[in-house]
């Protein structure tokens, strides 16, 4: 609480700074808690529903807990027609999630994005930060259970 204080008596009186109070908000909690918001609300006199508005906008910010790993299964047209679609429905039946969740014990959060910028490797996916690539719906279930072995 003490660094969330301190990011809105840093930036909360800063006209056009809510961008940067929602982001290092994020940093710190890992999503936006409907308590910060509020209480950005609050101090520094910025409607709720504009908030939201800007939240909702930006596609970076989250309004629920990410999962440690965040894969991102890119969607972009040499991916697509590589089969970026049937990869990306094995890693969600292999999570029991849907695009956008989480899995309960906040391992996994999958996304699909409009392009990853690794034309080359697709179809692709990336797992915070790193790209695997010339995927099959097999191989990408093989790295996702080979995280989950890992991370126990």
Do not use: W
């Given at each position: 609480m003490?660094?969330f204080?301190?990011?809105?008596?840093t930036?909360?009186r800063?006209?056009?700074?809510?961008?940067?109070?929602?982001q290092?908000?994020?940093?710190?909690?890992?999503y936006?808690?409907?308590?910060a918001?509020?209480s950005?609300?609050?101090?520094?006199?910025i409607k709720?529903?504009k908030?939201?508005?800007?939240?909702?906008?930006?596609a970076q910010?989250?309004l629920?807990p990410?999962?440690?790993?965040e894969?991102?299964v890119?969607q972009?047209?040499?991916?697509h027609?590589?089969?970026?679609?049937?990869?990306q429905?094995a890693?969600?039946?292999?999570?029991?999630i849907e695009?956008?969740g989480t899995?309960?014990?906040?391992?996994?959060t999958?996304n699909?994005?409009?392009c990853?910028?690794?034309c080359?490797?697709?179809?692709?996916?990336?797992?915070?930060?790193?790209?695997?690539?010339n995927?099959?719906?097999?191989s990408?279930k093989?790295?996702?259970?080979?995280?989950?072995e890992?991370?126990?």
């Amino acid at each position: 609480m003490e660094e969330f204080r301190s990011v809105l008596d840093t930036y909360g009186r800063e006209e056009g700074s809510l961008i940067t109070i929602l982001q290092k908000t994020q940093e710190i909690y890992g999503y936006l808690p409907d308590d910060a918001i509020r209480s950005i609300a609050d101090y520094t006199g910025i409607k709720l529903a504009k908030i939201y508005g800007v939240i909702s906008f930006y596609a970076q910010f989250r309004l629920t807990p990410a999962g440690k790993y965040e894969v991102l299964v890119c969607q972009g047209t040499a991916c697509h027609v590589n089969g970026s679609n049937a990869i990306q429905e094995a890693i969600l039946q292999e999570l029991g999630i849907e695009n956008g969740g989480t899995t309960a014990d906040n391992l996994f959060t999958v996304n699909s994005v409009a392009c990853l910028g690794c034309c080359s490797l697709s179809p692709v996916m990336m797992i915070n930060g790193e790209a695997y690539g010339n995927l099959t719906p097999d191989s990408a279930k093989s790295i996702i259970r080979g995280i989950k072995e890992a991370a126990v």
